[in-house]
Structure formats: structure tokens, C-alpha cells
Nanobody
Framework: QVQPVESGGGLVQTGGSLRLSCAVS????????MGWFRQAPGKEREFVGT????????SYADSVEGRFAISRDNAKNTVYLQMNSLNAEDTAVYFC??????????????????WGQGTQVTVSS
């Protein structure tokens, strides 16, 4: 069973940076497209970014383009989300997810079959 586990969340001031990690156990990590999503209080879960299995391609939501960056280390079965220039609108629970459709850019949460429990990111002014 594929199991992602997020870490690295916490409290950060506006303008600060944070790096989230997602370690994946089970399956073949190097074959998965990985995605990051977030859910703010009272809102639907939304797409943040995705990276293909080789790491060659990434795609981001407009709201984080240029501020967030996804990378992966297939030797460590881990995907990262580097978040810079954080603001209050980035406050949310952040989830990582795995999809077996590893060569594709996937922006829809329905394309992902395995999800982590999430990690809280709070940006304070």
C-alpha cells in the first residue's frame, strides 16, 4: 500500500519561507506523479502543484507560481514543496498525493489514489 506522509509544516511570518517534505512508503516512488494540494478553513481542497515521476515536468496553480517550487529525490522516496514569500492566503492544511500515472502532469485531485494526512501551515502577519 502506497502511503505518503507529510512533514515540515508550522507557523511562519508573512514573507517567510517553509519547506514541506512528503515521504512515500510502499510501491515504486520513481514511477509516481506527485501532487501537492491544500485546504484552507471553510474552503474546498485546491491544487497547488505537481511533478512528474522523473522530475522533468512541474506545474503550479496561478496563486503560487513563482513563489513555490516542487522537487523530488527518487533515491529518498521523497517529494518537497519549497514555499517562499508566504502570505496569509497560504494558510491551510497541505496534502501530498501519489498517482500511478507517472509521466503526466495531473492537476485534478481525482487523478490521485494515495493521500497523506496533511500538515498545517499557518502564516501570521
Amino acid at each position: 500500500q502506497v502511503q505518503p506522509v507529510e512533514s515540515g509544516g508550522g507557523l511562519v511570518q508573512t514573507g517567510g519561507s517553509l519547506r514541506l517534505s512528503c515521504a512515500v512508503s510502499g510501491g515504486t516512488f520513481s514511477s509516481y506523479t506527485m501532487g501537492w494540494f491544500r485546504q484552507a478553513p471553510g474552503k474546498e481542497r485546491e491544487f497547488v502543484g505537481t511533478i512528474t515521476s522523473s522530475g522533468a515536468l512541474t506545474s503550479y496553480a496561478d496563486s503560487v507560481e513563482g513563489r513555490f517550487a516542487i522537487s523530488r529525490d527518487n533515491a529518498k522516496n521523497t517529494v518537497y514543496l519549497q514555499m517562499n514569500s508566504l502570505n496569509a492566503e497560504d494558510t491551510a492544511v497541505y496534502f501530498c498525493a501519489a498517482s500511478g500515472r507517472g509521466r503526466l502532469i495531473l492537476r485534478n485531485e481525482a487523478d490521485y489514489g494515495s493521500w497523506g494526512q496533511g500538515t498545517q501551515v499557518t502564516v501570521s502577519s
